[in-house]
């Protein structure tokens, strides 16, 4: 009888793990590492801190007014002196930055866009009153037309079709009026090709080297967006969809593309929105480009949560608290959530 060489048998290094740990019980018991709150802290693999919070706010014109989003419990529209005070609530609670979010009145709104570089509009208002109170606190500011536009898409309209390279003319504008007003970060969050690096071209040439980019670059075709479009006003307004911009849900390693240009373009940080549905491509453009990963957990996401307790279907503390964990876990170095106060509360009562 002839012998035969035993296959060599290779094991993955979960089939590794799990091989060593196997029949390892009753000496090892990982329920130990789980039997006081303060071990299960000190052993936790992944931490959510307030310094890891940014607060998306919205504004409006007039004055010592808050209006409530119907579609999004709990959160409101604010005037630019409430939102100074609520500015001061954030700044208290640890949280490092806030997000500024237009609703622009409908007389100011053209097919054009034009007052989204208007140096008197109303984000540019906020910006310097808000900078003036809280010097050190960070501002982030959108460029996209959405909250100024008629037809309320990101980007100029034509014959149904969106103009992406005269598009981008008119963002590095917005992004230009923003800087002159303050900010500290520009998001574009629009999803035209080559926007990044314009922008950042645009910035550079008028002395703007030190604002940082914060490019929506995975920003995909979501339903989830609802609430946040009544919130600005541009719901209603609506022409169409987004989908020959905006990213399609059923693609993964277009996202991987979408980033590697857009940090080639100058982009200092990336993020992916919306977030939960989305963890997968958050985990793998951290894993890839090991750059800074940033989650939107958008108007969706917080209302399902929001309404779900409301009907005493889950606690909303702690399933807000269990969602932002998640997008920890899957890599993200900070996150923009509705729940940014609500959850810094928690995490400073801990």
């Known amino acids: 009888m002839t012998a035969t060489k035993k296959d060599t048998v ?20 990982l329920r130990r590492l789980r039997s006081q709150g303060w071990l299960r802290d000190m052993v936790a693999e992944t931490k959510l801190d307030v310094t890891d919070l940014i607060w998306p706010a919205f504004v409006i014109e007039g004055e010592n007014e808050a209006q409530a989003v119907s579609s999004m419990p709990g959160v409101e529209r604010f005037t630019i002196d409430r939102l100074v005070r609520e500015a001061e609530k954030a700044a208290h609670a640890g949280i490092p930055a806030i997000v500024l979010f ?16 208007n140096p008197f509009n109303l984000i540019c208002r906020a910006l310097q009153t808000l900078k003036a ?8 500011t959108d460029v996209a037309l959405d909250p100024y536009t008629t037809h309320g898409h990101d980007g100029l309209l034509e014959d149904g079709k969106i103009l992406n390279d005269e598009s981008v003319q008119i963002l590095c504008k917005q992004a230009l009026n923003q800087a002159r007003a303050g900010t500290d970060i520009i998001a574009p969050s629009d999803m035209m090709d080559g926007r990044v690096g314009a922008i950042r071209q645009a910035l550079d040439h008028e002395g703007f080297q030190d604002i940082a980019i914060m490019s929506y670059a995975a920003k995909y075709a979501s339903c989830f967006y609802g609430p946040f479009r009544d919130a600005v006003g ?31 373009e100058g982009a200092d940080m990336v993020m992916v929105k919306p977030g939960m549905p989305y963890l997968d491509i958050i985990h793998r453009i951290k894993s890839t480009f090991n750059a800074p990963t940033f989650a939107y957990q958008v108007s969706g996401e917080y209302a399902m949560l929001k309404i779900a307790a409301q009907q005493g279907c889950l606690d909303y503390e702690h399933a807000l608290m269990e969602s932002l964990l998640s997008f920890k876990r899957a890599g993200c170095d900070g996150i923009l959530t509705y729940g940014a106060l609500d959850i810094a509360k928690t995490l400073t009562q801990k």
Do not use: C, H, W
Request: no cysteine; proline share 8%.
């Open 133 to 140: 109170e809280y010097p050190d606190m960070g501002i982030i």
């Open 102 to 117: 237009p609703t622009t009145p409908e007389e100011k709104k053209t097919a054009d866009g034009a007052e989204s570089y």
């Open 10 to 29: 290779s094991f993955s290094p979960e089939q590794a793990l799990l091989k060593q740990t196997t029949g390892a019980y009753p000496q090892t018991r």
């Open 234 to 264: 541009s719901n209603a307004a609506l022409k169409g969809d987004k989908k020959t911009y905006q990213m399609n849900p059923a693609n993964t390693d277009e996202a991987l593309r979408e980033v590697a240009l857009d940090l080639q």
